[in-house]
């Protein structure tokens, strides 16, 4: 069975389990798995909420293909092609347009929260839907198996809840750093943060290749 079925049947699974995500459950996960197993390094996202309190049932492996859409998802094509292409400067990542547009295909993404939340997230509300699903998000995380995840969760307690045995450590830059299984975690931004899209660029860059994080 593919990862992609994997996790259709966890949806499917976790739907039933939780009455209120029925029929507004929003999926995530592998954008393109032929891409996906193809990278050198597997790379996973991990947001909060979809952005919109109103949003139906959908599926952001298909909205991706639509193609790149507020600065959401531009930073996600940002850092996925600096990690996949091993940092080439900041400017030239649009150099090949088709390569930038498309390196989103071969990451993983996935919300705390599986349905519509608001522009700024609500941390009780947050904490509430991350307790209440933490046993499958941990189960979507194994199917994706990523070398690396990079959190943009916000807030220290949410991550400690997530991951409550992992020993944190600072990178050098004033990230956290951490080990949860065969992955590497990076307590990051918000793809939505209002920082200098450059500057959070050179800082995850500078993370990745820190000797802190090469030694986890």
Same mark, same amino acid.
């Given at each position: 069975m593919s990862k992609t079925e994997q996790l259709n049947n966890l949806f499917d699974e976790w739907q039933l389990k939780i009455p209120e995500y029925r029929g507004k459950f929003i999926m995530d996960g592998i954008n393109n798995e032929d891409l996906y197993s193809k990278a050198k390094t597997k790379v996973l996202f991990l947001t909060k909420e979809p952005n919109n309190p109103n949003q139906e049932a959908g599926d952001f492996r298909e909205w991706w293909k639509e193609g790149l859409k507020y600065t959401f998802s531009h930073r996600l094509a940002e850092w996925s092609y600096g990690i996949l292409n091993d940092f080439p400067e900041?400017? $030239? +990542?649009? +150099?090949? /347009?088709?390569?930038?547009?498309?390196?989103?295909?071969?990451?993983?993404?996935? %919300? *705390? $929260? &599986? *349905?519509?939340?608001?522009?700024? =997230?609500?941390?009780?509300?947050?904490?509430?839907?991350?307790?209440?699903? /933490?046993?499958?998000? !941990?189960?979507? +995380?194994? @199917? @994706?198996?990523? #070398? @690396?995840? +990079?959190?943009?969760?916000?807030? &220290? $307690?949410?991550? #400690? !809840?997530?991951?409550?045995?992992? /020993?944190?450590? %600072? =990178?050098?830059y004033n990230v956290s750093i951490g080990k949860y299984n065969n992955a590497k975690i990076i307590d990051f931004y918000h793809p939505s943060a209002r920082n200098a899209a450059a500057a959070s660029y050179s800082l995850l860059q500078n993370v990745i290749q820190s000797k802190a994080f090469q030694k986890l």
């Open positions: 900041y400017e $030239k +990542i649009w +150099i090949d /347009k088709d390569d930038y547009n498309n390196a989103i295909f071969s990451i993983a993404f996935m %919300n *705390v $929260k &599986k *349905v519509g939340g608001k522009g700024r =997230s609500n941390y009780s509300e947050m904490e509430e839907h991350l307790l209440l699903n /933490k046993d499958l998000l !941990l189960r979507q +995380i194994e @199917i @994706i198996q990523p #070398n @690396i995840i +990079i959190m943009g969760l916000s807030w &220290k $307690k949410m991550r #400690n !809840l997530l991951f409550n045995n992992v /020993k944190w450590q %600072n =990178s050098g």
